[in-house]
Every structure is written in structure tokens, then in C-alpha cells.
């Protein structure tokens, strides 16, 4: 809920921070000081985000307390916002904090694998969205807004060169192009060489090759009418990130191959990886989105808004996800999605009103395939002398999406300080599922299910034949090999209200309770049985907060909320009992949980030059009723138990201090603390899962001058070099993490014209 408290921006009638510029918001999808929106909303310009090194979303972390991070080994990225998220790698998947560029919606957590570029700000909402945003969420959304074209001719660049050999350049050129048309162009690239090391042979991975580009043209008939085209992209064709093992726990020990039960552990130290020799631990991804939007004054009090947005994804992907230099779990991603989206809107004021009412509607088609080899694993050969040994596996899956929404919004000033808020939503979404396990190139897989199947049947020795490449899950019911199609149709109503209550001090309080919904999902899983298609139903969370925003004197100001959720049918990946194989995965359903916690955040500047801030977050997050399959098969009590990636503490810190060293030039120095407590990977509070506490700090210093023209600095992140990792699994035979990088340090040279 910092409301850009380590933005180091100013605050409507307060000297505290140090940019001259005040942080304007659209949270609520108009202009508004930060300090003025009656929600928990973090504000980070986009210069404050560029000096701190805030280029991605793993980075937003670092800055807003609340927000975790984790990531996947198939490349999403799972965001979640004081407890609340939505763990699954399908690439289909909706999240639970919704992501947008000017508004319009980034629909699947794959299309932010590589950063945003040139941004003029980003905002953090927390809590419940839907009332006002175009996708509906539990936990909250995050809004990037991009620099807009200029007025006059501008250019920009600032090239970065650091460890591994990292080379950053980005470039933008912006004016306008006739009295009623403007535009800008921006550039990014980002290349480096390979900064993980096998320890058990001279390899190495973790080369990063990414491009981005966007063009924005604004083109204004009249001072009543502005049409805005946003065109943009990236190619990611970056290595693909090695595993860590932590230890090897053989699904099926009778058959467990001699060389994966003596494999080493990795060492602790970040670098340190291994996966398959030749394998190519590669990814060939590329990501175009287009948005036009159409804003037009009816009257002088009535604004017409059209939002149209089409995203385009293709993946192909290498990655090694057992840890090893065996082919225990060796998988080939390629997947293909398109999004279409639709927002059209009124918003106006009539004398103490404010109002808003809009429509929105979005289409999703998802394409998810993969291959793996799989030729070490245990459970390959859990029949030896009956079927083969199995060496590949493959699944095809296809998501079909069509949602519509309508929306509206009040605010209604009570008096000079005081205002009443009200939203609501409706929502009716359908999704679409067919899917299946594969044979793949190697019918051994195909022939053991076959045979598991024709032994649930009773049908032995009579095995039904599988085709060449075709589907061999077997359907639950039937209990027979193919095809498993399903569809989820759901609605539901959100709503928000809420009360701020503005002092003469400059104080806000306010107070608010809003209902919130995520949809249900598919996943796409290596399923041996139907029954792990089943899908999670949609989730809903009732949300209660209050919070005051206020000035101590002309050089501190202080913000504090608290928050408690009320969460029913919490979606998480866990586990399903099958007949023929025991405790599978599966997505479920968490009947009842709560989160309850605190925020608090500060911001000073006690003398010229320097500005401090810092803030706090408290989150317990509890399963308060939901009997599940635990990792032993047996039936589990996980009343009690916390959530994934969802830390009771987390905190960062920021100091930056800058002087005048002449004429036009002023030197600066700063730093950066982030911390997170211990949490889990899975549900249950599982010790072999558990994610270990840690602090980094990051560091920067330089020169430039006065007016911004030009500035050189040196950074360091991580410089402590802590060695902690964001994510861990246990994948049949193996228990592994992904770690985080090690400390990186560079130099950064920015010049504009």
C-alpha cells in the first residue's frame, strides 16, 4: 500500500521526496495524486524504476511489500499479492493478479517473460479488481503505463554493460509528426553470456538474448477526440534456466537406474546447475500485442472509451527439469495462444457524481503441447518384464475462453471531505477443454498405460491397441485409453463500496469491503488418469481494509492499513486419488481459508539532498477447512496450513542522497534492501518445500547533471552475493530448486536530447 512512498515523488502540499514531479494515478481510471485514491496502490515512476533497476516484473519484488514472485521451470511467472495467487505452469492458466499495459489486459502470465519497456510509471492495486478493470482478479493488478509521444522532438538512450558479459541498450524517439499527429518508437535489447556452471562437468548455461520494440501513435482531430495505437513486442531466444538438485527419492526404488540413486547433490552456491549434455536448454518465444484506443468527449461532462486489444504468444522451449545430467525429466514446450479483448465505456460527472458504466468482453484460444524424454525415471519401467521401458512422453491440450463483463462505478461526494463508493460487476465466462497424455515417439508409455488399464478392466490379457502418437490418459469412467473433453461454465457478481474521508490536514482515511472472483481453470498436466482434468472451480474472496494516508510536519509522511480476507474455493495445485495410480496431481479446491494482516510504510526527507523511505508488510495467511491427498497418498487434514509464496513478513527499504558537486551536475548515491521471511513452495508447510528467509541488498552511485540531460552510474544488486532461490518442486524421482542470480555490477550511461 505504499503509494509510491519509495518512489522518492512528492505528495500534494508536501516537500518529502525529492522529484519535482508529483505521481498522477489512474487506479480508478482517472488522474488522481496517489495520496488521493482510497485503496492500497504502490506508484513507481518510470525514472525512479530505471535507477533502481525495476525492469521486469521479477524486479517489482524488490520495491512493493506484499508482491512475491516465483518462478516456474516452463517460464511463467506466478505473482502473488499478500497471500493471494495462483500457482499452475499451464500456459493457458488466468492469474490471480492481472497485468495490463495502458489499460489493456497482458491476459496470461507467459506474455511478461521479458520486461516492459519505456515506461512513464507502474501501479500495484491491491485487493479485489473488477469494478473498474477490465479483467476481474482476487488479489489485484498491476498497470503499466508507457511513456507517451511528446509534444517536441525528444530522443533517448541509456546503455548498461555488467557481469556475464551483459550488454543492455535502450533507445526511444518521440515527437510529432503534423499539428494533430505524434508518435514514439522505443527499443530494447538485452544480451549476456552464460553465468550458471555444471558441477559435474566444463558446461555452462543461462545465456540471455531478448529483444522488445513499441510504436505508439496518438492522433488528435480535435481538443474533444484522441484515437492512441499501441503496437508492441519481444523475442526471447534466451537459454533456458537450469535446476538445482537438493536430492534424489525414487518414485519407483525397484527400478531406479544406478546412476540417478548416486547423483550428487548440487553445491550451495547459485551458479551451480547441471542438466543433460547436448540437450539444448533453449527457448525460441515471441510476444506481439496491439491496442487501439478511441477516447471521445460526448458532452463537456461525458467521455466515451474504447478499449481494442489483440495478443499474439508462441512458445518453444528446451528445459531439463530433474537437476541431473540423466534424462529423468527432459521436456520440449511448444505452445501457441491468441487473445482478443473489448472494453467500451462512459464515464462522467454530474455535480457531486462521479460515474462510470462499461461492457467487456475477451477471447482466448491456447494451443499447449510437450515432449519430454524420459528414459532415467523410475516409474519408466514399473513392470519389468511385462511392457518396455518407456523413453518419451508427449501431451496435447487445447483451451478454448469466451468471457463477458459488465461493470459500473460511483463516487459520490457526501460533502467537501467526504465521498461514498460503489462498484459492481457482472461477469459469465465458458471455457472449453480437450486433452490427453501421449504416446510420443516411443509406444512403451502407450503399452504400460494399456496395460494398467486393461487390469482395471479386467480385461487382461486383452489390451486394447494404441495408435501411433495418439491418446493413452485413461478416462476415469470408462476406464479406457483417449480423449478427454470438458467444459466450465460459470457467472458471478463482484462489487466494491467504500467511504474516504479527506482532514484539512491533508489526512486521508478510508475504509472499504469488496467482493472479488477469479475464474476457474484447466490445467495441462502429464496425465496418466482424466480425473487430473477435472477443473478448479472459480475462486471468490470477500475483502475488508482501512487505511489513513497523512503528512507528520512538512518532511514525513506515513501510511498504514489493514486488511482481512475472507477466501472460499482458493484454487492450488495439489492432489487427487486415482484407483489405478494413487496420489496424482491434480488442481483443487480449498473450501475456506482467511488472510489477515498490515501494511505501513514511510517516507522522509529530513534534510535537502536526501530522501528515505520504507515499508512493511504483514500477511498470515491460514487453510481453515480442506481435506486433500497429502505427498504420502494418504488422506490429509490441511487445516491450519499457510499458502505457497506467501511470506508473513516482507519489507524493503530505500536511501538516496544526492549534491550539487558544481555549476549543473549533481552526484548521488543510494541503496535498496528487500526482505522475505520463510514460506513454502506447496501446500501443507511441507520442510522438504520450504523456501528459506533472506535479505539482499543493492547499491547504486553517480553523476549527472542538473537538467537530466545526461547521467553515468555504477550498480550493484545482490552485492552481498546471498545465495536463495524463489521456487522448489519434487518432480517423481528428484527434489530440486531454482535459484536466483548471483550478484551482478555493472555501469549505465543515459543521455537525452
Known sequence: MLCGALAATPVRGQTVPSDPAEIIVTAQKRGQAANDVGMSVVALSGRTARERGISSIEDLERVVPGLTFAKTPAGPPVLTL?????YDST???????SVYLDEAPLALPSFLQVGVIDIARVEVLKGPQGTLYGENSTGGAINYVAAKPTDTTQTGTTISFGRFATFEGESYVSGPLSETLKARLAVKTVQSGDWQRSFTRADTNGAMRQSAARAIVEWEPSSGAKVTLNVNGWIDRSDTQGVQLIEVACASPPTCRPALKAYPPAPDNARAADWTPGFPMSSD????????????????AITLTSISGYQRFRQRKFLDQDGTALQVLDFGLFGRAQSFNQELRLAGETGQLRWLVGGYATRQITDDDFSADIGDVSIAEPLPGIVPRATTGAGDYHFRTRSLALFGNLEY?????????????????????????????????????????????????????VPPNGCISIDAATLRQGLTRDQLNENNVSWRAGLNYQTAADTLVYASVA???????????????????????????????????????????????????????????????????????????????RVYGFEAAVRARPVPGLGLGAGLTFTDSQVQRFSGIGQNGLTTDFAGSAFPYSPRWQAVADATYDWSVGADRRAFVGGNITHHSTTNASLGDDPELRLQPYVTLDLRAGLRTADGRWSLSAFGRNVTNVYYWNNMFRFVDTRIRIAARPATYGLTLSIKR
Open 285 to 300: 518465444d515471441h510476444f506481439f500485442q496491439t491496442t487501439l484506443r478511441a477516447d471521445i468527449d460526448l458532452t463537456d
Open 515 to 593: 467482493k472479488g472472483y477469479k475464474s476457474g481453470s484447466f490445467p495441462s498436466l502429464g496425465a496418466s488418469s482424466s480425473i487430473q482434468f477435472l477443473p478448479v472451480t472459480q475462486e471468490s474472496l470477500l475483502a475488508y481494509e482501512a487505511g489513513v494516508k497523512m503528512p507528520l510536519g512538512n518532511f514525513v509522511r506515513v501510511e498504514a492499513a489493514a486488511f482481512y480476507y475472507d477466501y472460499r474455493d482458493k484454487q492450488v495445485r495439489g492432489r487427487v486419488l486415482d484407483a489405478v495410480f494413487g496420489a496424482i496431481e491434480a488442481l483443487v479446491n480449498i473450501p475456506q481459508s
Open 413 to 465: 461526494r457526501l460533502d467537501d471531505r467526504l465521498t461514498l463508493i460503489g462498484g459492481l460487476r457482472y461477469t459469465a465466462s465458458r471455457q472449453q477443454f480437450d486433452g490427453c497424455e501421449k504416446s510420443g515417439a516411443d509406444p512403451a508409455l502407450g503399452q504400460l498405460l494399456g496395460f494398467l488399464s486393461a487390469f482395471a478392466r479386467g480385461t487382461l490379457p486383452v489390451i486394447d491397441p
Open 82 to 86: 499478500r497471500g493471494v495467487g495462483f
Open 91 to 97: 500456459l493457458a492458466a488466468s492469474p490471480a493478479v
